[in-house]
Structure formats: structure tokens, C-alpha cells
């Protein structure tokens, strides 16, 4: 993939703040000139990437949050991990986990566990479907848009599906000695959804989506919330 180069703000002299974007590694300020598709604007100073607009990349967000979410919601409930040990049998799903940390004093652990592996991660490709539905179908955003996609991305760092994944492969080395343990469809569900958040942090360019916000809401006379 090609650079495009970007003009540091200071040689270009005072443009419109619209104009403008900041890199968030090392606050280098540069004028936008918004790279073609296949090349991406990088930071000169921490080759950190700026803009990476992609062919399609819309739509394959939207296509991977709406994978995602049914996953999700598949790998809540159907079991999880199958153990036996002597005769006995005990298959779990992740909501049934969650909810293993009974007494008054453990509500709160079980409220986390599950929101920080399947209610934030949901609501994360809830907000991020609600923010670019619109954009795909050609429409004004919808109301509070852009405070959907503000909080999607702080969400970012809480939504720990994957570290629960490999909480759990580590776990299963501890015990596979001392039980026969089978897989059930939800870690086959977990393992895709891994996988297939990665992908789409990875297909998300963030300016795009604000560039396509922003250029709708001018566009429709609205102000973007
Ligand atoms: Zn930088």
C-alpha cells in the first residue's frame, strides 16, 4: 500500500480548522488531503496511520458488527465447554459462568464478567451498525450518531472477548490432565468472533466514517450530535 504524503499544518500556513487533522501518537498537525483508495495518509513524524480509506470498508464494518452480534448473542447460551470427570458430566455455557459467582458480595463480579465479554461487545456492534446504516443506505445520520461512534470507541478497550479466550486456553492446560474436556459450539463461536473483531479494527479507517458523517449532516443542514 502507497503513502500519500500530507503537508504539515505549519508550512501550509492557517487553513480552516475543518481542514485539519492531528495525529494521535505525537499531535503532529497536518492539512487533510484525503489519500485515494489503496493509499493511506501516515504521520511523518511516528508513522502512525492517519487516513486508509478503503473500497467497500463501509459495508464490510457494518457486515462484520452484524456477524459479530449474532455470534454473540449464539455464544452466550449454548454451551461452552463440556467436562467429565469420573462419571460425572457438567457442560456450561459463558452466561452460566457468569452467573457462577453467587453471594451478595459477588453480584458485582458476575455483572462484569458478563458485560465485559458479551454486553459490551454487543453494544459496541450496535452502535457501530446505528452509525453507518445511514452512510451505506446514502441517508442523514441518525440522531446521536456522533455520540454512538464517540462511545463505541472508548468502548474499544473493554470489550474483552478475546481476553477471555485466551484466559481460557490457559485454563484448559491446567486442567486437561485431570478431565476429559470437549468443546461446544460457543467456543467455536468465540474463536470466529476473535478473529473476526480483529478484522474489522482492522477495516475501520475512523476518519473515514467521521469524514461521511460530518459531509451528510452539511450536506442535510443538520448539526452533528
Ligand atoms: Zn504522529
Known amino acids: 500500500m502507497e503513502d500519500a504524503a500530507l503537508t504539515p499544518a505549519s508550512v501550509a500556513g492557517p487553513p480552516d480548522t475543518d ?9 503532529a498537525l497536518y492539512v487533510v488531503h484525503v489519500p485515494k483508495s489503496g493509499e493511506r495518509a501516515v504521520c511523518t513524524r511516528c508513522h502512525h496511520v492517519l487516513i486508509a480509506p478503503k473500497a467497500g470498508a463501509v459495508v464490510r464494518v457494518a457486515t462484520l458488527s452484524l456477524t459479530v452480534l449474532i455470534l454473540l448473542v449464539g455464544a452466550a ?27 451478595p458480595r459477588m453480584v458485582g463480579l458476575s455483572i462484569a464478567v458478563a458485560a465485559l465479554i458479551i454486553l459490551i461487545p454487543m453494544l459496541r456492534a450496535i452502535l457501530t451498525l446505528y452509525v453507518v446504516t445511514p452512510i451505506i443506505a446514502d441517508r442523514t445520520p441518525f440522531p446521536g450518531a456522533a455520540r454512538c461512534f464517540r462511545l463505541a470507541e472508548e468502548l474499544r478497550p473493554w470489550s474483552m ?25 460457543a467456543f467455536w463461536m468465540f474463536g470466529a468472533l476473535v478473529v473476526l473483531t480483529v478484522f474489522q479494527d482492522v477495516s475501520m479507517c475512523r476518519w473515514t466514517i467521521w469524514h461521511e458523517l460530518d459531509s451528510r449532516a452539511r450536506r442535510a443542514g443538520i448539526r452533528l450530535t
Open 77 to 103: 447460551f449454548f454451551p461452552f465447554l463440556e467436562i467429565r470427570v469420573q462419571g460425572f458430566r457438567n457442560a456450561s455455557s459463558v452466561f452460566d459462568a457468569a452467573l457462577a459467582f453467587s453471594g
Open 161 to 185: 472477548a478475546e481476553i477471555f479466550v485466551i484466559g481460557v486456553g490457559v485454563a484448559l492446560v491446567k486442567v486437561a490432565d485431570l478431565a476429559r474436556i470437549e468443546f461446544g459450539p
Open 19 to 27: 481542514d485539519l487533522i492531528a495525529c494521535p501518537k505525537c499531535d
